[in-house]
């Protein structure tokens, strides 16, 4: 089969451009926002009030990370058993994205570093 054979056919999902982004992204951008806060509000019920949270996010063509910092003695908390309360987690922030047209991945948490909220460095 020779190049001239090959024939490229554009097919368009429902919802994205022709480069194949969603068209709807900036609409998309406060549902990232909410979802942020939903997260805030788990953690601070599941962790305590008192403890020093961050919760970042990041986009990209259709994943949203979302980076959350912690302090370490609230790690545990986080984390749970074996991971379930991360899982946890995880799977209700994957249904609330995918009902959006996009993917969501919760970072793993670092600790803070003398109260600052900056993530330790690994040197």
């Known amino acids: ?14 919802g ?7 068209s709807q992204d900036d609409k998309n951008d406060g549902v990232r926002e ?3 806060e939903v997260i805030r509000e788990i953690l601070s019920i599941a962790c305590g009030s008192d403890v020093n949270l961050l919760v970042d996010w990041m986009k990209g063509d259709r994943t949203t990370v979302y980076k959350i910092t ?13 991971g ?3 899982n946890g987690l995880r799977s209700i922030i994957n249904a609330m994205s995918g009902n959006h047209g996009f993917r969501a991945i919760i970072e793993s948490p670092h600790t803070f570093e003398y109260g600052a909220l900056t993530p330790k460095s690994r040197d």
Not at 1 to 14: E, G, P, T, Y
Not at 16 to 22: I, K, L, T
Request: aromatic content about 2%.
């Open 16 to 22: 994205r451009n022709e480069d194949g982004v969603y």
């Open 1 to 14: 089969m020779s190049k001239a054979d090959v024939q490229v056919v554009l097919v368009r999902s429902q």
């Open 34 to 36: 909410q979802i942020a």
């Open 84 to 86: 379930s309360h991360i």
């Open 70 to 82: 912690i302090e370490q003695k609230a790690l545990g908390r986080l984390l749970g058993a074996k």
